[in-house]
């Protein structure tokens, strides 16, 4: 069994987020099957019928194709130990929201939600979007507090950097005017989200802090990224998964190998933009059927256990490195939320065994608690 595929095995994964998170979404469901990188297209693609066998739910070509903030897109892949869901959202809090998440409160809870929503927050519903978004941040991560089960893992996306220059379906004539100075809003409502996520118990993951020097990744237009980085991405992911399960990664160096195969000759982010055509949206049924024929199904009993407990890793303190004149005054103090060190163990008292601090995100609360193992949870 691969082990991406023991991981993740009878477990419900929820995506949440812009295009940035559709892609986390399409390069989970990659690898999941085989170890490949995205291909240009595919990361350029949106609303397609179908993805490397999963199937498009509601919106997307089955409505219509266009860049505003109405646009919807859900997307599912599903198999006998593994079902996987995208939701394309544009603001953290809005009706839509809220039906997503009365999905997570009539049907299955999912056991890990990957979520992140700010580029579309800040700019395209106020230009005084500050106190909007933090109150939306406030409901949100309340509401879903309150639906999910205490072993459900919730991680914050930190948005990740932003270009001087933004090109492309994303930034309409209505908004071109904010090109130049949204790079350090997004720097202002990553410090909002974090600090909020990590106050209401939730993990954060700063996206922002680990590619703030990878950014020859970054694509044309400014916002997007290439099939490198996202491989990046779903690697910090899956570690940060397999600690909060206390899942020990067995032979890194063989899962990293897996996990990060050649590019083709003929695979260049280079020559990649943004470029989806424009056009009104129609109207889009509320009603969702995640449940269509099951796709091939690959079974996933015959690989080893996996061993409970946590890998160890050396911990070095570091801190970002921006430069104090790119940022606005306000700004200047601007530090990643992955120095604050914590300490892991059996209990909390201070004779507990020291676990370093976890480099990739800001804090974990606690570890946690699996349910029983399921037999056929994705059976209808």
Same mark, same amino acid.
């Given at each position: ?8 095995? /009878? ?8 295009s ?36 498009? +739910? ?67 519903? =106020? ?8 109150? /939306?941040? /406030? ?59 990590n ?12 590619f ?5 990744h970054?694509?044309?237009?400014? +916002?997007?990224?290439? =099939? ?24 890194l160096?063989?899962i ?6 050649p ?11 943004? =470029? ?32 409970q ?24 103090c ?22 370093? +601090? /976890? ?15 399921r ?6």
């Open positions: 069994m691969r082990p991406v595929a023991q991981l993740l095995h /009878n477990k419900f994964v929820v995506v949440l987020g812009d940035i998170q559709r892609s986390v979404y399409k390069d989970l469901v990659l690898i999941l099957q085989r170890d490949s990188y995205l291909s240009l297209s595919q990361l350029k693609t949106k609303g397609e019928f179908s993805f490397e066998q999963d199937c498009l +739910v509601e919106g997307g070509r089955l409505g219509q194709m266009n860049n505003g903030t109405a646009y919807r897109e859900v997307r599912q892949y599903r198999t006998d130990h593994n079902l996987v869901r995208f939701y394309f959202v544009t603001q953290v809090f809005s009706r839509y929201m809220e039906s997503i998440l009365a999905d997570f409160e009539q049907g299955i809870k999912p056991d890990l939600v990957i979520v992140n929503s700010c580029v579309w927050d800040i700019s395209r519903y =106020s230009h005084q979007w500050a106190s909007e978004y933090k109150e /939306n941040l /406030n409901k949100f991560f309340r509401k879903l507090k309150a639906i999910l089960p205490e072993e459900s893992l919730v991680v914050w996306n930190m948005t990740m950097p932003l270009g001087k220059k933004i090109v492309g379906g994303f930034l309409v004539p209505e908004i071109q005017h904010m090109g130049p100075t949204l790079r350090f809003d997004v720097i202002e409502a990553n410090y909002f989200g974090a600090t909020l996520a106050n209401f118990g939730f993990d954060v993951l700063d996206l922002h802090f680990q703030r020097f990878s950014l020859q970054r694509m044309h237009d400014g +916002v997007h990224w290439n =099939s490198v980085a996202h491989r990046k991405i779903t690697c910090l992911i899956l570690e940060h998964v397999a600690q909060a399960w206390g899942v020990e990664l067995p032979k160096d063989q990293n190998a897996e996990t990060h195969p590019l083709r000759e003929n695979h260049s982010w280079q020559t990649a933009t943004s =470029s989806a055509p424009a056009r009104y949206q129609g109207s889009y049924s509320n009603q969702r059927c995640f449940y269509p024929p099951v796709m091939p199904a690959t079974n996933y009993n015959n690989g080893p256990v996996w061993t407990g946590q890998r160890m890793r050396q911990f070095s303190g570091f801190g970002s490195q921006y430069s104090n004149d790119d940022l606005p005054p306000h700004l200047t601007y530090q990643s939320f992955e120095r604050e060190a914590f300490y892991r163990g059996a209990n909390n008292s201070p004779a507990a065994p020291y676990w370093p +601090v /976890n480099n990739l995100v800001m804090k974990q609360k606690r570890r946690k608690p699996q349910k029983r193992e037999q056929h949870p994705y059976r209808y």
